[in-house]
T-cell receptor
Framework: AQKVTQAQTEISVVEKEDVTLDCVYETRDTTYYLFWYKQPPSGELVFLIRRNSFDEQNEISGRYSWNFQKSTSSFNFTITASQVVDSAVYFCALSEAVSRANSKLTFGKGITLSVRP | DTAVSQTPKYLVTQMGNDKSIKCEQNLGHDTMYWYKQDSKKFLKIMFSYNNKELIINETVPNRFSPKSPDKAHLNLHINSLELGDSAVYFC?????????????FGDGTRLSIL
């Protein structure tokens, strides 16, 4: 069965610090997708990134970067030069059996990031 | 324009009542979902529909009944509300079924049972 572990529950940093949010997953499939979502204090869920299991290239989008390592089953998320607006709960999620209609997202428990001015 | 919209945003009601939450998406997506987020922020899928057809029913009590009148709408009706139903309910949509599809979420409906 698929499983996502976000071992860090709460992280607090000072503005402009870099911070890495860890995500470790378990799956028996060779084809799967990984996602990160952001939930700011206002409560909505915002899609950040999707990565498939065959693409281990790291991705950078502005201050955000993602490091996918199949060898360690990890998909970590780094925020560079954090800002107060980055304060949110961040969820890592996994889907397997991706070709099936009933494929579903399994979420980790989320990491609460607080960025202090 | 809001892509996935849910109403109401807040719902406060008594135990035993019946209530509905509505969801509409204007993204032209074929697949819609309902998720429950508990007080510890844990997100779990409840249902998915593809073009009005039920695809996923994730061991949810049958007091919960989703209804999809067309592929742009997925409503959730809850009978005989219990204290444990208090949570935030999120509607989401994706272009198609399949695990490669990013899901786009509504703002959530916070349900509080008194």
């Amino acid at each position: 069965a698929q499983k996502v572990t976000q071992a860090q529950t709460e992280i607090s940093v000072v503005e402009k610090e870099d911070v890495t949010l860890d995500c470790v997953y378990e799956t028996r499939d060779t084809t799967y997708y990984l996602f990160w979502y952001k939930q700011p204090p206002s409560g909505e869920l915002v899609f950040l990134i999707r990565r498939n299991s065959f693409d281990e290239q790291n991705e950078i989008s502005g201050r955000y970067s993602w490091n996918f390592q199949k060898s360690t089953s990890s998909f970590n998320f780094t925020i560079t030069a954090s800002q107060v607006v980055d304060s949110a709960v961040y969820f890592c999620a996994l889907s397997e059996a991706v070709s099936r209609a009933n494929s579903k997202l399994t979420f980790g428990k989320g990491i609460t990031l607080s960025v202090r001015p | 324009d809001t892509a996935v919209s849910q109403t109401p945003k807040y719902l406060v009601t008594q135990m035993g009542n019946d209530k509905s939450i509505k969801c509409e998406q204007n993204l032209g997506h074929d697949t819609m979902y309902w998720y429950k987020q508990d007080s510890k922020k844990f997100l779990k899928i409840m249902f998915s529909y593809n073009n009005k057809e039920l695809i996923i029913n994730e061991t949810v009590p049958n007091r919960f009944s989703p209804k999809s009148p067309d592929k742009a709408h997925l409503n959730l009706h809850i009978n005989s509300l219990e204290l444990g139903d208090s949570a935030v309910y999120f509607c989401a949509s994706s272009q198609q079924t399949g695990g490669n599809q990013p899901q786009h979420f509504g703002d959530g409906t916070r349900l509080s049972i008194l």
